[in-house]
């Protein structure tokens, strides 16, 4: 009876640390999103600071070079983006008119399926859309999140330079926390969770690089006009799992029925889709992303649906990255190995697929 007593408290004290824990993640979002990724980036870019000090550079230089670099990079995809997007401002007007017209005519199926007028909805979200722009208006709504935008990229390169300047620091820190015997360890989970982070965005950034050649081939073979814009579209979506490639396909189709393409092109689009989806998910994803984020497919599309909820298209990107770090901790902390167990892969999913094959042939298993 007391042992029965002991274990419904402690299951009890676990489900309230549970919900206190999603709690504080969904109402300090504002503040955790870009601590978040600036620690990913800075896990990304140590190895860069790293090789700059043993070549004689300060830390302080070392920071600022990875700063630099990171934002180059970000100044180099958008700019790329730019160019290409002059291609389709002609278009702009007639894709938006066509997604217009979808709208219409799915209103029109719910009017005659399920009874709503067309009216009705219209109504219905004219009512949302004054609810979430309030006093402010729709431009005020729209500035805002720019600068909301603007201000969350500035504290995260902010915190990108402070977390490779002060990394000793807060390694140390974490060492303090825990006893000198378990000093080993704790090294060790700081070391893979690094791998871990450097493994997913390197590969991540690697794959989305080839997506985009794929796809401007695929694109121009099908005969989509500025092919190239749209294939560095659906190669940065990529970085939303599993919806950001489905979106980029159909605002592409939606773009090839604004330019007046035939039912050959939209088809050229689909198989284009269908072909690189296949090349990635076994060929690309285990190869140049690897197997270092070891999760099961179950825990990896409830981390991505959780986190949209509580951070929103932030918390998609942070998903995978986090969890795989959450998963190191747990298998190297004995009390949580059976979770670290929950979420990993199986050692029978390990040996299947294509991929495993593969790999094999060209030794790169680890």
Known sequence: ???????????????????????????????????????????????????????????????????????????????????????????????????????????????????????KQKQWMSKQTTGTSGTLGLAGVLLSSVMNIIVHFILVIVYLFLFIYYRSHLKKFILMLVPASANPEAEKIILDSGKVAQKYLSGLSSMIVILWIMYSVGFSIAGVKSAIFFAILCGLLEILPFIGNLTGTFITVLAV???????????????????????????????????????????????????????????MILAIPMLGIVKIICDHVTPLKPYGFLIGRSRSDKKQGIHRKLQNWLGLNN
């Not at 620690?39 to 630099?68: D, N, Q, Y």
């Not at 690897?290 to 409830?302: A, W």
């Open 1 to 119: 009876m007391i042992k029965s007593s002991l274990t419904l408290s402690k299951s009890v004290f676990v489900l309230f640390l549970s919900f206190l824990v999603i709690f504080g993640l969904y109402f300090a979002r504002e503040f955790l999103i870009p601590i978040s990724i600036s620690t990913l980036l800075a896990m990304l870019f140590v190895p860069v600071s790293h090789w700059l000090e043993s070549k004689g550079i300060s830390r302080l230089f070392a920071g600022v070079f990875c700063v630099l670099l990171f934002l180059l990079c970000v100044a180099s995809v958008i700019g790329l983006l730019a160019w290409q997007a002059k291609g389709i401002s002609n278009d702009l007007h007639e894709i938006i008119f066509r997604i217009e017209q979808i709208a219409d005519n799915i209103r029109e199926f719910i009017a005659r399926n399920i009874g709503i007028s067309s009216e």
């Open 257 to 315: 029925m604004s330019q007046g393409g035939s039912d050959g092109m939209i088809i050229g689009v689909v198989i284009t889709y269908l072909l690189i989806q296949f090349i990635q998910t076994y060929f690309l994803e285990p190869l140049i992303v690897g197997s270092e984020v070891n999760i099961n497919p179950l825990f990896t599309i409830l981390i991505i649906v959780f986190m949209e909820i509580v951070w929103g298209i932030s918390g």
